[in-house]
């Protein structure tokens, strides 16, 4: 019996072991679980598969406490970033705003048809939540989280085997316009992923994944980020959380001028992100009973 459990708490050790050297290639990334269809609204989520872990000293991966999102869904045209991509996918020319492609968005406006809501209940990751708004009260993002006291739901726990946690939302129904020459518009959304809380934390690396293409003024320490080292979006395909809508090619063909169309990318921009990314001071997080998520 002795020598079972000494052979059984070895094969434990090895299996974190190797989980430890794989690091973040072990586990897919935090994604979106389904592709949309064009002129369907629905529900989607956030897929949820590793705890937080330091890409640069792979260390033990933590248990997820809470997570917090981002849009690229502003009002201001300026707080998103949209590129053509090219065929394989790379970042091409900048667009101003959606308008050439999208049926109801105006020129000079943000992409506010994206419609997202807020799902309760059954099926979410943790049972407690609040949502981001901006000046215009949109949703912009949401905060979700795992206790303290008087709310209980446990953290996903994730330390040594890995278990898909969902996190839903509600999006609307998009349409191309016909004229149009995009084949489908990949929605980038910002996500990070919380394992640890309070100021002694902030300067290790498993405190947080940070789930998004490149770093911010705030989202800066790039152990937590995809990768180790930063992406070229012009010569290669940074890692986001990533919705793409794809166009009805036979309700909504493309004319024959596309020759083949194009995809397109929206992501939210930096002042978007590190305003409503972080999960704020004071009541945890801001607005809900509770202890201090950030002393």
């Not at 939302?169 to 191309?176: D, K, M, S, V």
């Amino acid at each position: 019996m002795k020598h079972f459990k000494a052979v059984k708490k070895m094969a434990l050790y090895s299996v974190a072991a190797v989980m430890g050297m794989a690091g973040t290639s072990a586990f897919a990334h935090t994604g979106i679980r389904d592709v949309v269809q064009e002129n369907v609204a629905g529900y989607n989520a956030f897929t949820i598969t590793h705890g937080c872990n330091d890409n640069v000293e792979l260390g033990s991966h933590q248990d997820i406490i809470a997570m917090s999102t981002v849009f690229p869904n502003a009002a201001d045209p300026a707080m998103a970033k949209i590129y053509k991509l090219t065929s394989t996918g790379i970042q091409g020319e900048s667009v101003p705003d959606l308008s050439d492609d999208i049926v109801g968005v105006l020129p000079g406006v943000g992409f506010t048809k994206l419609g997202v809501g807020l799902v309760s209940g059954g099926g979410t990751l943790f049972a407690n939540f609040l949502p981001t708004l901006d000046s215009t009260t949109a949703i912009r993002g949401y905060h979700t989280w795992a206790g303290p006291a008087p709310y209980s739901s446990a953290p996903l726990a994730e330390q040594v085997t890995s278990a898909t946690g969902l996190s839903p939302f509600r999006y609307g129904a998009i349409q191309f316009q016909t004229t149009s020459c995009a084949k489908s518009l990949k929605v980038r959304i910002a996500v990070a992923n919380w394992c640890r809380r309070g100021n002694r934390t902030k300067d290790l690396g498993d405190r947080l994944d940070v789930w998004m293409g490149h770093t911010t003024p705030v989202f800066h320490d790039q152990r937590t980020m995809p990768r180790a080292a930063p992406y070229d979006a012009s010569v290669e395909v940074p890692y986001w959380p990533t919705m793409t809508i794809a166009r009805d090619l036979v309700a909504n063909p493309l004319t024959a001028a596309c020759n083949g169309g194009y995809d397109l990318s929206i992501e939210p921009a930096d002042a978007d992100i590190d305003t409503f990314l972080p999960i704020p001071g004071g009541q945890y997080p801001a607005g809900a009973p509770g202890a201090k998520f950030f002393p």
